[in-house]
């Protein structure tokens, strides 16, 4: 009875195809991922060093260290998520377990999906209108994290709305049966269980953030300056905008530099990942249904 | 207050026509949309009986028991028209409707244990409403687990997470959660639907020992438990309550619409 036919071939062979070119398609993503890598390391490996990561750039920024530009990203990417994460982790909040399905909600929601689709040079020129200008915060921290911050609420907005409705519904039911108010239930069963998921989002805007270049450019990130900024409202160097006048606007920079100042960058990223995701496991390893 | 006697039989006994009346019902319509869920219904339901609901699916039942604690407020396609009186308050008026949901406690027919240790599960409730000494949290904990009959099972892993419980373990957890509200009326929707028969006999000894403290409303489609736990029961059928009566009397055929006998006979639904 278990003899096998013609089709159970055919449709193994299929199977066994399909399976194949699955594997081959990520593996295929895999390959940019380390050539990047690779070719950012062997390139600029060699000017890594504990001096190149603390100090100051020199001889017309050919040589010398990032110092000015790590601390500068730090500072904008921080200001950014102060921002953005209370605000996008309120709206989202709002939408997905305050709003009814009204003509209200959707065109917020249309509004949202919009921004996302902004390009950033138009979200620079917006932070040069509205935060530089008009506000009168000048070029600086401020006004370049703002506008970083509102590039990427949507981001926040969607990872952390995804992450609220995954919870079960029966979850606020049970707590709303008991007596409890929305916000009980919010604080109490939503969002102990929704954290991971709305770390994934922060996460996605942190690598967004600090390598955006186009947003800051205009609003708050400067090509050179001796100084560290020492409130929001100074002007700052950053690690993207640093990758670009070193690679592009000054001459005679020794070929390893920027692949050094990228080394740095992309293992920065990296580094912030790590963590949030080694976090996110252990909130995760705390939550199962 | 008139207390409920179990008889020698075990049979639940008869509530006094007298006993005060909890729950009061009148011409109740519940409406989704334009389609009726169920139509005018009218009965009451005294203190400290077992009062049983059966019917097949889709006979309103279930939105009936939302409209008591008003959680058809969450359904903003649910209509409901009628009053419905608790203690003698006309609830549709009720501003605050969430000391009325703390005094109904739910099951729901699937288990719901909440993602977070057995404890809390059941501390959720006196935490809601301000509870903070730990000493007191510890006496309900073990109060309502142990009136769950869970307690002896759980008692030694009280930290583990109550959503990874078996299902009939998560089912009593759900009850535990429902008697740490200390309810006045405690509503079961169809509890056994997800639990193996063992633990729904000794669910159903729980419920019998509760009665004397609480109302108990019982939705079930299992026509034999609502024989053997109410006193009195309502038969739903589309959205109509065709008889209420004496549980017994709907059981040894004194019926008034032949519907009802055909049901609990087993001759549809």
Redesign the interface.
């Known amino acids: 009875m278990f003899e096998t036919s013609e089709l159970n071939v055919h449709n193994q062979r299929v199977q066994r195809l399909y399976r194949t070119l699955f594997l081959m398609m990520t593996l295929l993503l895999i390959i940019p991922v380390l050539l990047i890598l690779g070719t950012l390391i062997v390139k600029g490996g060699s000017v890594i060093s504990i001096d190149f990561l603390f100090t100051s750039p020199t001889d017309g920024m050919t040589a010398g260290g990032l110092f000015p530009a790590l601390f500068g990203t730090v500072w904008l990417v921080a200001v950014a998520l102060l921002i953005s994460v209370p605000l996008g982790i309120a709206a989202a909040i709002y939408l997905s377990e305050y709003a009814g399905e009204n003509w209200f909600t959707r065109i917020i929601n249309l509004a949202i999906i919009n921004l996302a689709g902004v390009p950033s040079i138009v979200h620079a020129l917006f932070g040069v209108g509205a935060f530089v200008l008009f506000f009168k915060f000048g070029t600086s921290i401020l006004a370049a994290s703002l506008t970083l911050a509102i590039m990427t609420l949507p981001v926040v907005i969607v990872a952390t709305r995804e992450s609220l409705t995954a919870v079960p519904h029966a979850f606020r039911e049970a707590c709303w049966n008991m007596g409890a108010t929305r916000w009980q239930t919010i604080r109490r069963v939503v969002l102990p269980n929704a954290v991971s998921g709305i770390l994934t989002g922060v996460i996605l805007e942190v690598s967004r953030t600090s390598g955006e270049t186009a947003p800051i450019m205009f609003t708050g990130a400067v090509f050179f300056t001796p100084f560290l900024p020492q409130s929001v409202f100074d002007q700052t160097m950053a690690m993207s905008l640093h990758l670009f006048v070193v690679s592009t606007q000054v001459p005679g920079v020794p070929e390893d530099l920027p692949y050094g100042v990228a080394l740095v960058l992309i293992a920065m990223v990296l580094i912030m990942n790590s963590v949030s995701i080694a976090f996110r496991m252990y909130l995760r390893g705390k939550k199962k249904w | 207050m008139v207390a409920a006697v179990q008889n020698a039989a075990g049979a639940p006994a008869g509530v006094a026509d007298d006993a005060p009346v909890k729950l009061e019902v009148r011409d109740l319509t519940i409406r989704y949309g334009n389609d009726a869920a169920l139509s005018n219904v009218s009965l009451s339901i005294r203190e400290h009986e077992i009062f049983g609901i059966i019917g097949p699916a889709n006979a309103g039942k279930t939105s009936f028991l939302k409209t008591l604690?008003r959680?058809d407020m969450?359904n903003?396609n649910m209509r409901v028209n009628g009053d419905i009186l608790f203690n003698g308050l006309d609830i549709r008026r009720l501003k605050n409707v969430?000391?009325?949901?703390?005094?109904?406690?739910?099951v729901?027919p699937?288990p719901?244990?909440?993602?977070?240790t057995i404890y809390d599960n059941v501390a959720?409730?006196p935490?809601?409403?301000g509870m903070k000494n730990k000493a007191d949290l510890d006496i309900i904990v073990e109060r309502c687990l142990t009136r769950a009959a869970l307690w002896d099972e759980v008692k030694d892993r009280l930290t583990s997470?109550g959503?990874?419980l078996s299902g009939g373990q998560q089912q009593r957890l759900?009850i535990a959660?429902?008697l740490s509200?200390e309810p006045e009326v405690l509503m079961l929707d169809e509890f056994s639907i997800a639990v193996d028969p063992v633990t729904t006999m000794r669910i159903e000894d729980v419920l019998k020992e509760l009665k004397q403290e609480m109302t108990i409303i019982l939705v079930t489609n299992l026509v034999q438990q609502a024989r053997r736990l109410a006193s009195r029961t309502a038969f739903f059928l589309n959205g109509e309550c065709v008889e209420i009566g004496e549980t017994e009397d709907l059981f040894t055929g004194e019926v008034k619409d032949p519907r009802t006998r055909d049901y609990i006979e087993g001759r549809f639904g």
């Open positions: 604690n959680m969450f903003s969430y000391a009325l949901r703390s005094r109904i406690g739910v729901f699937l719901v244990g909440l993602p977070m959720l409730s935490r809601l409403s997470l959503s990874l759900t959660r429902a509200q």
